[in-house]
């Protein structure tokens, strides 16, 4: 009887082979050698049967805390991707991929994501029923496998399908639905290079992990639909204290980045949020500038140059952290990448990294980085394609610049410290072209306004918006460009885009044309148009040329622009007859009735500087003018 118990107690507790022989030697001893084989054979038979069981509770485990992952992801591309480097870690394969119901063909999927090392062709190839192991996992319902694809007579073959797997190398494929209430909502596949099966236990660790994978992927795309209904999750935590702390702060920190990712926050709140809750600063070195200017936010301090930071050999940028050391002192780098190529670096001392816990935690730092990058892009290239709206409201009265507007001037370039204002006295299709490539690569924002170009460029960029404004001269059609003062502050773009294009107005009155100004050059002119008693202008003007206004007015006749041509061409009459268009006698004839209205003595100095005076004035304070 102790025997049979012992026996019992070593299928539990997972008794050696030697002690399992000397244990059925003792329970068997009374039966005969026929009884006792089969008893060890039994034996066996239930230990195998009882490891199989452990394994697979491990291996849900497994696929339980994976699931936890899953379910606080609400993008659907990262859960997609999230779900096939999961299931490569599991079965330890050479690639993962995964299919999605194809919306430009019912009935069929798509590959929409992977892990390891796929050709992008893979992207978008379709699965279809009876067609490759996927076609079967959709007639059956159930995972389905073969060791030798191309050889493989179980289903349709497509001939540039077949190629594109034999190009990787794939021979050995697995396929299991992703099953939603009894609807397939995905397809998930584990492909090795070399001829071995996948065995039993991965086949039922994979459907485990399709099964809950299809619950995070509805999760995830009813909530990116906005049909979405949360629900509250646990997590199972580790068995010590010390792993439920990590996994508590490791859980936090997830929902803050995804917090504050999703709520559109940018690179310096996920730096706070990471500081808050690993207690050490970092910085993120922005790395997306056209023009190669490196961008250093956080509170770091110094940091490693770009030789430094540079990923080692010119390799695909990874999002493990690595280190680096610069003299005496070591560096942790994240860095940050997309499909696109490389974004920046997540920078920390070595010394703060003290564990694998921190640097996944710094990891998942870089990735929320990457999306809050970008998320950003993508939004400012939206702004960029409705520009005029976001422009007008900028360039609006002070008390319209809301946070949220100041937001969308942010993700553009433009901080607190306000823009530079670059106008331009042209709506030609060319100048906008011109000024919407320059702000896609130095930031900013572009867009006509009531046939003037408006450009917001970031504050400091004074060789660039300098080039900017040459080759809209170049380029763009006849005009001036009027670059406006250093910015003050956010808040008084309104202010300085009216003195702008006071100026450029200014500048067209004045005669100019096909040249850069700045506002400056205009400060005795605004200085007239601002001033409370102008009325005293209109005295001034009267005084002087109100005779020759209004024989004009009742008359039709041209004196006013006659006398102006005449006095800024050294009184030519041949000279101010090509600036009129007609003949010299008629410009003779014209200045006779002047001499007649307001006395000749107006062509001598010093009232001929008062007269021209006069007639700018009148010209500048024209509507439209």
Wanted: with cysteine; glycine share 10%.
């Amino acid at each position: 009887m102790d025997a049979t118990a012992a026996l019992l107690d070593g299928l539990v507790d997972g008794t050696s082979g030697v002690s399992v022989d000397a244990l059925l030697d003792r329970a068997g001893r009374a039966a005969s050698a026929a009884a006792r084989g089969r008893l060890r054979e039994s034996y066996h038979r239930v230990r195998d049967r009882v490891d199989t069981l452990r394994r697979r509770h491990d291996q849900l485990r497994d696929v339980h805390e994976a699931t936890g992952e899953l379910v606080a992801i609400r993008n659907v591309d990262v859960v997609l991707k999230a779900i096939t480097s999961r299931a490569r870690r599991l079965l330890r394969c050479d690639y993962v991929y995964l299919s999605t119901p194809d919306p430009g063909d019912e009935g069929a999927f798509a590959i929409r994501a992977w892990s390891g090392d796929l050709t992008p062709r893979f992207r978008g190839i379709r699965v279809s029923p009876g067609h490759g192991v996927g076609g079967i996992v959709l007639q059956t319902g159930e995972p389905f496998q073969v060791d030798d694809y191309s050889a493989s007579t179980d289903f349709a073959h497509e001939a540039d399908f077949d190629a594109i797997l034999a190009q990787q190398g794939i021979t050995t494929l697995l396929g299991a639905p992703l099953t939603v209430s009894g609807t397939t909502v995905g397809l998930l596949f584990a492909a090795r290079r070399d001829p071995r099966r996948f065995s039993d236990d991965d086949i039922f660790l994979l459907t485990s992990l399709a099964t809950h994978a299809a619950i995070a992927l509805q999760n995830a795309e009813l909530d990116e639909s906005g049909e979405r209904a949360r629900d509250d999750l646990s997590q199972a935590v580790a068995d010590s204290e010390g792993k439920r702390r990590a996994a508590a702060r490791d859980a936090r920190m997830h929902v803050e980045l995804s917090s504050i990712v999703l709520g559109g926050g940018g690179v310096a709140d996920i730096l706070d949020a990471v500081r808050a809750e690993l207690g050490f600063a970092l910085a993120y070195v922005d790395r997306t500038s056209a023009t190669g200017a490196l961008t250093v936010s956080g509170e770091l301090g110094q940091v490693p140059g770009t030789e430094f930071l540079d990923v080692p050999g010119g390799s695909t940028p990874s999002p493990a952290l690595r280190s680096i050391r610069v003299g005496t002192q070591r560096w942790a780098i994240v860095d940050v990448a997309s499909v696109g190529g490389l974004l920046g670096h997540l920078v920390s001392r070595g010394a703060a990294v003290p564990d694998r816990g921190v640097a996944s935690m710094l990891e998942r730092a870089g990735q929320a980085v990457a999306l809050s990058q970008l998320s950003t892009q993508a939004l400012a290239a939206a702004d960029r394609r409705t520009a005029e709206e976001l422009v007008t409201k900028i360039v609006q009265s002070p008390q319209r610049m809301t946070d949220e507007l100041a937001r969308r001037a942010q993700r553009n370039g433009i901080d607190r410290t306000g823009p530079t204002m670059v106008l331009a006295d042209t709506a030609d299709p060319v100048a906008a072209q011109i000024a919407v490539e320059w702000t896609a690569g130095n930031g900013g924002l572009a867009a006509v306004l009531d046939d003037i170009l408006v450009v917001l460029a970031p504050a400091g960029l004074v060789e660039a918006t300098d080039r900017l404004a040459h080759k809209i001269l170049q380029e763009g059609g006849p005009g001036n460009v009027v670059v406006g003062r250093d910015s003050r502050g956010l808040a008084s773009a309104p202010t300085e885009f009216t003195e702008s294009r006071r100026a450029l107005a200014l500048a067209r009155a004045l005669g100019y044309s096909g040249v850069r100004l700045h506002v400056e050059q205009f400060g005795i002119f605004s200085m007239l148009f601002t001033d409370p008693t102008r009325a005293d202008l209109e005295v001034f003007v009267r005084a002087h040329i109100g005779p020759l206004v209004d024989h004009d007015a009742r008359h039709g006749t041209d004196l006013v622009p006659t006398a102006l041509a005449l006095l800024e061409n050294n009184l030519s009459p041949k000279a101010a007859a090509v600036v009129l268009g007609v003949h010299p006698n008629t410009v003779n004839q014209r200045a006779g009735r002047i001499d007649r209205l307001i006395r000749p003595d107006w062509r001598l100095q010093p009232r001929a500087f008062e007269i021209l005076a006069a007639l700018k004035l009148r010209a500048l304070r024209s509507p439209g003018r």
